[in-house]
């Protein structure tokens, strides 16, 4: 079956420490790849996209990056998390109908 | 490149009462466009979507959206609230590779 997976739920981090987050999808062959930022009362906001494996589209200047080490795999990094890094981090996977979503990573930088 | 702009940030109802959310897009070709309805600490859902042909799309949970050309609009209906409903909800615009999302309106029904 199709499906997409994100983890991990829940993260806090404290200021200065690493980040990795990763997505993973099943079923599929190239999948279109997609992060996204949800801040406290904010909509969501496109970080990066990724249509192929090494190929990364960054739509905003920030301390975070990503890399798609592998075709279903897209990972979300940072070296230093800041604490505006907080929020609801979403992956999420193109398909020919549409977009399907990850139950995302609620991160909380302390 | 395409926007997309929501009409209000919070819309409160009454149970059973029409539920009116408002979405203006902009794009210069020819956009999907989609509704998600989020509940808190969850991922998107999608409720709807609209990509070529009928105007008038129906979706789950008794939700509906029109397409408008002429108004550059899509705005989510459901004729009778419930308390289910309570939630946010994303309009999108899809162009080429990019999901590009609205503000958000979160609803609120009242029993």
Not at chain 2, 82 to 107: I, N, P, Q, R
């Amino acid at each position: 079956s199709q499906t997409i997976h994100q983890w991990p739920a829940t993260l806090v981090q404290p200021v200065g420490s690493p980040l990795s987050l990763e997505c993973t999808v099943e079923g599929t062959s190239n999948p279109n790849l997609y992060w996204y930022r949800q801040a406290a009362g904010r909509g969501l906001q496109l970080l990066f996209y990724s249509v192929g494996i090494g190929q990364i589209s960054s739509e905003v200047p920030q301390n975070l990056s990503a890399s798609r080490p592998q075709d279903r795999q897209f990972i979300l990094s940072s070296k230093k998390l800041l604490l505006s890094d907080s929020g609801f981090y979403l992956c999420a996977w193109r398909r020919s109908w549409g977009y399907t979503f990850g139950s995302g990573t609620r991160l909380t930088v302390v | 490149a395409q926007s997309v702009t929501q009409l209000g940030s919070h819309v409160s109802v009454s149970e059973g009462a029409l539920v009116l959310l408002r979405c203006n897009y902009s794009s210069s070709v020819p956009p999907y466009l989609f509704w998600y309805v989020q509940y808190p600490n969850q991922g998107l859902q999608l409720l709807l979507k609209y990509t070529t042909g009928a105007t008038l799309v129906k979706g789950i949970n008794g939700f509906e959206a029109e397409f408008k050309k002429s108004e550059t609009s899509f705005h989510l209906t459901k004729p009778s609230a419930h308390m289910s409903d309570a939630a946010e909800y994303f309009c999108a615009v899809s162009v080429e590779y990019k999901l590009s999302f609205g503000a958000g309106t979160t609803v609120t029904v009242r029993a």
